[in-house]
């Protein structure tokens, strides 16, 4: 509950139809090699969206993005609407729904071609007042118009929601961009990336170094951010919580030892359990990377992305 009505999840961003061929070897240019195909629903937003609906308790999570009028677009709003997703999505009429064409050879490698396609037709306007007004947490990514990006979260700020951003994969953030930003939520590699942006060099190894060093790095190099909460997710390590106005120092919430299958979606998992914990709970952002950190274990230990998404009481059975 926040402000005395149920507010919602708002995820705005991106749908990608993951195409993947597996074969021997990669083909190399001018050969055909025979090989095992599948498909499934991608992108980051979509998954996002698919993760805080399946972990939820009745708070309503809106998925809103932009597909094209194909049967990738139909099935990516079937496959939402089938997991309780409130799908408002807009269906360009003449540009692709956004694809990722995967190569996987028998090492498990991999060469991927994204097509962003339709992601790069969503308007700031698609995004409409009535949606945000009903959101508690907006969440955004990089797999759309950063221009949207900006000028959405600055909308929503204007309306009291608690932005987030999972400036993944990553990419330039505007100063603008950062300055409607409440959460900021990068991997390891993705804020160390972002600080060398601004010419800020973080001189430990986020995922070798002790902890200690870890949390001590995070503080420092989050002060040179005008953000006022950094959750850096660490992979097989766990996340470090930084809320800059209320903690001395950032805590750390290890990650569960589970056996990892396929770790693809994780950073995905953990933002859509967090955004719903953070509706639920009434904004403790230690509470919901804990609930988070739960959801994107259980992710890892199942193949794929938006189908390994766990539900409820997975989550809640991990958590006792
Ligand atoms: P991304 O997928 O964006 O690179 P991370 O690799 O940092 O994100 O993973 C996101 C979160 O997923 C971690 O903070 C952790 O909670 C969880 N996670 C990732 N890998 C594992 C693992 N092997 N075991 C348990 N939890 C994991």
Request: aromatic content about 4%; charged content about 20%; overall charge negative.
């Amino acid at each position: 509950m926040v402000n005395g009505e149920d507010k919602a999840v708002l995820v705005v961003g991106s749908y990608a139809q993951d195409l993947v061929w597996n074969s021997k070897t990669f083909p190399a240019p001018g050969e055909t090699l025979v090989g095992k195909f599948r498909t499934g629903p991608g992108g980051k937003g979509s998954n996002q969206a698919v993760a805080a609906a399946r972990v939820s308790n009745g708070t309503k999570v809106m998925f809103c993005g932009c597909v094209g009028d194909d049967l990738f677009g139909t099935g990516a709003r079937d496959f939402q609407a089938k997991q309780g997703i409130d799908v408002r999505v807009k269906v360009h009429p003449t540009i692709p729904t956004g694809t990722a064409g995967i190569l996987v050879n028998d090492e498990g490698q991999n060469s991927i071609v994204v097509a962003l396609g339709s992601n790069l037709e969503l308007k700031s306007e698609d995004v409409s007042d009535d949606m945000l007004q009903s959101a508690g947490i907006i969440v955004m990514q990089h797999e759309i118009d950063p221009a949207v990006n900006e000028a959405v979260l600055s909308r929503a700020r204007a309306l009291g929601v608690t932005t987030v951003l999972n400036p993944a994969p990553m990419a330039p953030i505007s100063e603008t961009t950062l300055a409607s930003v409440d959460i900021l939520a990068p991997n390891e590699t993705e804020f160390a990336t972002m600080l060398q942006q601004r010419g800020i060099e973080v001189n430990v190894d986020l995922s070798k170094d002790p902890i200690e060093q870890v949390t001590t790095a995070i503080a420092e190099a989050s002060a040179a951010l005008p953000v006022r909460t950094v959750v850096v997710t660490l992979g097989s390590r766990g996340v470090c919580v930084y809320d800059k106005e209320a903690m001395d120092t950032p805590i750390f919430i290890p990650a569960f030892h589970v056996h990892c299958v396929d770790s693809t979606g994780a950073g995905d998992a953990f933002i859509g359990g967090f955004a719903t914990k953070f509706v639920e709970n009434g904004g403790d952002v230690v509470d919901a990377a804990k609930f988070g950190n739960a959801t994107a274990a259980l992710s890892v230990t199942k193949e794929g992305t938006a189908p390994a998404m766990p539900t409820r009481g997975e989550v809640e059975d991990m958590l006792q």
